[in-house]
């Protein structure tokens, strides 16, 4: 489609440059690489030596840096990678890194692969300094930067693995340099495309540290690492380039040297060239009325798949067939246009058929017909079917290389009547139908809206704006993910601002705004006949039945997966007919069928997840009235519900068996409470909508979410239209208890009373959910240090429980062993814990077998028992199986925090000091980087203030303590001035966290 660019950052002082084709070039075996490599260095550097004094520093050198620190944005890390010089160091350094990682094998052996991984980088790093006579800052760069990599990689545990797997590839992928004879003089050409190469290694370099500064949070880096990943393979892509451009640029210094040689050489062929017979160029017949966009840009991947699916080059006794296919707007017709417009010289026919409807179709035909002088008189000129039969059987016997070009042909059963049957050549189609790859066509690509990173470069390339502006580049992707990279939009909305002279920091509140104007505009930068508004139009009109029915549904979910799961189960409990298809495996799958088909979804056949565009998510939207948004989205909102348990009708603990599917849906809650927000979507059932975001709260409070879940529980609350619910008790005790793991006791206590009264008011006397309200009661007068309330509420609690022989007995019994322990009564509290039924054989296995996080918590009880009764050896046993178990069920959150605090702790009673800092040290980074961890974090510094004093370091005992004191004023002003004393910090965190 029209609106693609053909202008590009380059230069060695540009990291983003494009990437036009991907050069890959066999590597020698390694003894011969290496040797050669050393061969080269020594002659090179003989005349680098030479001319070293009368050099001085290429400003490309500068501006390599320049970008490096521009891309880090971490001027503290700027200083400190010149820390690490050579590759000895870097590993010296790893040294260190291996006592932090887990003892598996793959951790391990990952990280000792790493010095044969990087001999490559290291043999670069040798050229740099040797051929420019560089300081020994520019291969600090590239040393301490990998430290820094590996260090912020291994505290992010299941990233290291991959971050060395990009080390190694990088690494494969630099100059593998020629042997040369004697000499060799250094030309700017060389030095600039060696700069290239160095400038992108180190740049990626500098991305990586500045993502994991970016990114600490687990479950955020999770969600922002594949991005990170297509950032490598194109950082790939272009090193793979510029190092062919290296070598090129090497061999030619090298004729240059020998020139003498060469140019008898090329004399040679000039002459042979000349004795050759002159004939008369054969005719060529190039039909291609639609225009070759000036602005066209990237698309490599695409052109180089054409390429080898369709060059004539290739001898072929059969036709070559091949299909772009994508969704509208995508930009299919101009990678068609570019690769013809590329290819002239290598065929001598291309002919182009707008194939969008079957009248286009004819008149193409007719004139094509003209031009190969085909039909002659009106008559025949007026005969469509005559001229396809003359043009396809001129085809079949056509000796010269040539093209046919279908240019949207959506319906493809209109376009087998116009398919050459035989011939020599080369057939391709633009399409939306995803099926053309299979028929007619043998081969395809599916062609995607740009990533972030080129749809941002492109839209200030058509702007006219300064890539290198951070805030441009910022602005840029935030404008690039809204229009979901769709090269349409980015042309349109391009030549919306630069008609507007629109500041882009302007454009999304004015496109929030106005989105529907907007879209409908025309600019005069493309001729493309579709807008935003109309591209989609057709095929949306022409949809009917279930497929329509699906299609309508689509805005409401998380537009990149789309699972038919949730779909066939959620739709179970509908009872509606016009959604009896959902739960159809056959009937869904047709219904999906008729929308690939049209370009307006994509699946994923091997896991069976639909997508759609988000500006086709937001057509279909400005299609709906008020009402059928209204009733779409409440059908949503029944489907999605299907994922969580209800959590207010009965007693029930920890729903962790559950956690896959309710994970599968999370995002599509997110995005459902984002558009109700956005375009005002009126709720057909309140107390349904406020159900689902009350399940979905439970969910994220159990896997300690608890910002997430706060936001989404309010919501839920101001939802309910009737305040005496036993649903809207359920979200009243869920606020409690966020409160409570955050530390508020005293807020918690309210809405639990809350709860319990309404649950007295519609429950009986016996009832478990009472018994779940006292327990939380009893929970919050436990933290607030009333012990003798919390001792009543927890035997009310029980009684009731027993009276009904209710499963959760062993959740109140758990609870009053906490309490008991708290009032230093620890054989009593050991008592107690060994009622729990589920702990009948009390062994530290019975803990973990069961899978349920709330059981590592009675771990971590037991262990603070074993730590009163004196048993500190079964304590750091326990303690420490509860902190493995909460680190790979939980991940980097809340109780993780609590476990490692615990163990360092007894780390130090054991006398083992240096290892629980090491742990402390961890607790801090988890700590930091969650919302609620500032309680964790000032206990933490805490203890390493009284730990680095034991150990005689009074200057960093200072800093910390100074932290500790300052985060505890931060958390509760009035304790500004109270003793240093554990007791104290201890304040700032739960007393137990199940």
């Given amino acids: 489609m ?28 390694l003894p011969i690489a290496v040797a050669t490599f050393w061969l080269f260095l ?45 590759l000895d160091d870097l590993l010296s350094h790893t040294k260190t890194i291996e006592k932090s990682l887990p003892r598996d094998r793959n951790a391990l052996g990952s990280l000792q692969r790493l010095g044969p991984t990087l001999k490559f980088v290291d043999d670069f790093s040798a050229v740099i300094a040797v051929c420019f006579g560089a300081d020994a800052k520019l291969t600090a760069f590239v040393w301490g930067s990998i430290r820094l990599m590996l260090t912020l990689a291994s505290s992010a545990g299941d990233n290291l693995k991959d971050v060395l797997d990009m080390l190694e590839e990088l690494s494969l992928t630099l100059p593998r340099l020629k042997t040369y004879e004697t ?59 510029l190092s062919a451009t290296v070598e090129s640029e090497a061999d030619f210094a090298r004729m240059k040297r020998d020139r003498g040689k060469y140019d008898e050489v090329l004399g040679l062929i000039e002459k042979f060239k000349g004795t050759e017979l002159k004939e008369d160029a054969p005719k060529r017949y190039h039909y291609v009325p639609s225009t070759l ?45 570019q690769y013809a417009n590329r290819h002239r010289e290598s065929y001598k026919i291309i002919l182009w058929v707008t194939a969008d409807n079957i009248i286009n179709m004819g008149q193409s035909f007719r004139e094509i017909a003209k031009l190969l002088g085909l039909s002659q008189t009106e008559q025949e000129m007026q005969d469509t079917q005559g001229c396809m039969l003359k043009v396809k059987n001129w085809l079949t016997e056509a000796s010269d290389p040539w093209i046919l070009i279908f240019d949207n042909a959506d319906n493809l059963e209109v376009l087998r009547h116009a398919w050459p049957t035989n011939g020599e050549g080369s057939v391709l189609l633009t399409t939306r139908d995803a099926n053309a790859v299979h028929s007619p066509a043998s081969k395809g690509f599916h062609v995607q809206p740009f990533d972030v990173a080129d749809g941002s470069e492109v839209l200030l390339n058509l702007v006219g704006f300064d890539y290198t502006s951070t805030s441009n580049r910022e602005k840029a992707v935030e404008i690039t993910k809204a229009l979901g990279g769709l090269p349409l939009a980015l042309t349109q909305i391009g030549g919306f601002i630069a008609q507007r002279k629109l500041p882009l920091r302007d454009f999304l509140p004015l496109y929030e705004r106005n989105a529907s104007k907007i879209d409908a505009r025309k600019t005069s930068i493309s001729d493309y006949e579709h807008t935003l508004s109309t591209v989609w139009e057709m095929s949306m009109k022409r949809l009917e039945g279930d497929a329509h029915t699906l299609f309508n549904m689509l805005p409401y979910f998380q537009p990149d997966g789309i699972d038919e799961m949730i779909l066939f189960q959620g739709s179970s409990s509908l009872h509606e007919p016009a959604y009896a298809f959902l739960h159809d495996d056959m009937d869904l799958g047709d219904a999906e069928a008729v929308l690939l088909r049209t370009g307006l979804v994509d699946k994923n056949a091997g896991d069976a997840v639909l997508s759609i565009h988000r500006l086709i998510q937001e057509a279909i939207l400005r299609n709906q009235s008020p009402d059928i948004q ?56 309140p107390q349904g909508y406020g159900e689902l975001l009350l399940r979905c709260s439970w969910y994220l409070y159990e896997r300690e979410c608890y910002d997430i879940a706060k936001s989404l529980i309010n919501a839920a609350l101001e939802t309910f239209e009737d305040k005496g619910t036993l649903s809207y008790a359920s979200a009243a005790d869920l606020s409690g208890l966020l409160d409570l793991d955050m530390n508020n006791p005293d807020k918690a206590l309210i809405p639990f009373e809350e709860a319990f009264a309404i649950r007295k008011n519609l429950l009986g006397p016996t009832d478990g959910m009472l018994a779940s309200s006292l327990n939380n009661i009893a929970l919050a007068y436990t933290e607030m240090g009333e012990l003798d309330k919390a001792y009543a509420a927890h035997e009310e609690a029980i009684s009731i429980r027993l009276s009904v022989n209710s499963d959760r007995i062993g959740n109140s019994y758990s609870n009053m062993s906490s309490l008991l322990l708290r009032m230093n009564r620890p054989d009593e509290a050991e008592e107690m814990l060994k009622r729990c039924p589920s702990l009948k054989d009390f062994t530290d296995e019975t803990f973990i077998k069961t899978g349920n996080p709330r059981f590592s918590g009675d771990m971590v009880l037991l262990s603070r028992i074993r730590v009163q009764q004196g048993r500190l050896d079964e304590a750091l046993r326990l303690a420490s199986k509860a902190l493995a178990f909460r680190k790979r069920l939980l991940g980097n959150r809340l109780k993780t925090c609590d476990s490692l605090y615990d163990v360092a702790s007894l780390l130090h009673m054991h006398g083992n000091t240096a290892s629980a800092i090491e742990l402390l040290g961890q607790l801090m980074d988890i700590a930091g980087s969650i919302p609620e961890g500032k309680g964790q974090l000032a206990r933490a510094y805490f203890k390493l203030a009284v730990l680095q004093d034991e150990r005689g370091r009074h200057g960093e005992s200072h800093t910390c303590k100074e932290m500790a004191e300052s985060l505890r004023t931060e958390l509760k002003p009035e304790t500004e001035g109270a003793p240093f004393i554990e007791e104290q910090f201890m304040k700032l965190c739960v007393w137990m966290l199940w």
């Fill in 2 to 29: 029209h609106g693609e660019l053909d202008t590009r950052q380059g230069g060695a002082d540009s990291c983003a440059a494009s990437c036009s084709s991907e050069e890959n070039s066999a590597l020698p075996p």
């Fill in 42 to 86: 020594l002659t090179l550097g003989m005349s680098a030596k030479a001319s070293r004094e009368k050099r001085t520093a290429s400003p490309l050198w500068h501006r390599a840096l320049e970008r490096y620190r521009e891309e880090l944005n971490q001027n503290d890390d700027y200083q400190s990678v010149t820390e690490i010089a050579s």
């Fill in 183 to 241: 000499s060799l003089e250094m030309d700017r050409a060389l030095e600039a495309a060696l700069v290239d190469v160095y400038t992108e290694v180190i740049c990626f370099y500098a991305r990586c540290i500045h993502f994991f500064r970016s990114h600490p949070p687990v479950l955020l880096r999770r969600g922002a690492w594949e991005d990170f990943r297509d950032d490598f393979a194109r950082t790939l892509r272009r090193i793979r380039r």
């Fill in 293 to 337: 966009s000036p602005r066209f840009w990237g698309r490599e991947d695409a052109l180089n798949a054409l390429q080898e699916a369709l060059s004539p080059e290739q001898k072929s006794h059969q036709l070559r067939t091949f299909a772009l296919y994508g969704m509208g707007g995508v930009g299919k017709t101009h990678i068609a246009l």
């Fill in 630 to 685: 209204k009733k779409n989205f409440h059908i949503v909102v029944r489907i999605l519900s299907w994922a969580f348990p209800d959590t207010w009708s009965e007693d029930v603990g920890h729903q962790f068996r559950s956690w896959a599917n309710c994970e599968k849906c999370l995002p599509h809650v997110n995005h459902l409470v984002a558009q109700r927000e956005r375009h005002k979507i009126g709720l057909a059932c």
